[in-house]
């Protein structure tokens, strides 16, 4: 019988869900005429180590998530075995975390979508100052930086949420 830390780590890391991209495939999501540019290479480098600090996290989640008795929640004394779960239990449990975490990434896109339209309508507003354009009322001081204020505490907010997703 697999411990659902195993069922994890085996689903989530021996299976085709392996993001695996080769250097040719990488390169290839590139526009012909960017394929021969050296940075492509030191992106595909920063790409796998990203991915790998990813995956070393995950892995870390899974230990911790799995030494948590909330797994055991709804199962009877009878039906665990030195926390082993049936293949069914660790099912139901999978779908229960997907589900959860499915509506966590919801609620984690609609900030950042809310995010992005407070950092787009500031951008807007502080365009015509990008180009030297200033509007005929003037922007005023206090107009300027008021926007400003408001984008780096979207860009703020943005960071944060982030952080605590």
Same mark, same amino acid.
């Given at each position: 019988?697999?411990?659902?830390?195993?069922?994890?780590?085996?689903?989530?890391?021996?299976?085709?869900?392996?993001?695996?991209?080769?250097?040719?495939?990488?390169?290839?999501?590139?526009?012909?005429t960017y394929r021969?540019?050296?940075?492509?290479?030191?992106?595909?480098?920063?790409?796998?180590?990203?991915?790998?600090?990813?995956?070393?996290?995950? +892995?870390?989640? &899974? /230990?911790?998530?799995?030494?948590?008795?909330?797994?055991? =929640?709804?199962?009877? @004394? *009878?039906?665990?075995d030195d926390n082993?779960?049936?293949?069914?239990?660790?099912?139901?449990?999978?779908?229960?975390?997907?589900?959860?975490?499915? +509506?966590?990434? &919801? /609620?984690?896109?609609?900030?950042c979508k809310r995010?992005? =339209?407070?950092?787009? @309508? *500031?951008?807007?507003?502080?365009?015509?100052?990008?180009?030297?354009?200033?509007?005929?009322?003037?922007?005023?001081?206090?107009?300027?930086?008021?926007?400003?204020?408001?984008?780096?505490?979207?860009?703020?907010?943005?960071?944060?949420?982030?952080?605590?997703?």
């Amino acid at each position: 019988m697999a411990t659902e830390e195993s069922v994890l780590n085996s689903f989530l890391f021996n299976s085709e869900l392996a993001d695996n991209l080769t250097l040719k495939q990488f390169t290839n999501l590139f526009p012909a005429t960017y394929r021969n540019n050296p940075l492509v290479k030191t992106l595909y480098r920063e790409f796998q180590l990203e991915r790998n600090r990813i995956r070393e996290t995950i +892995r870390e989640n &899974i /230990v911790e998530e799995c030494k948590k008795p909330e797994h055991l =929640e709804n199962l009877d @004394s *009878a039906q665990v075995d030195d926390n082993r779960l049936t293949l069914d239990q660790a099912i139901d449990a999978l779908t229960v975390a997907e589900k959860k975490m499915s +509506r966590k990434i &919801i /609620v984690f896109n609609e900030h950042c979508k809310r995010s992005f =339209e407070k950092i787009k @309508s *500031a951008n807007d507003e502080l365009s015509d100052l990008e180009y030297g354009r200033i509007p005929k009322g003037g922007f005023g001081k206090e107009g300027a930086m008021m926007e400003l204020q408001s984008l780096i505490k979207s860009c703020q907010d943005m960071m944060i949420s982030s952080e605590n997703q």
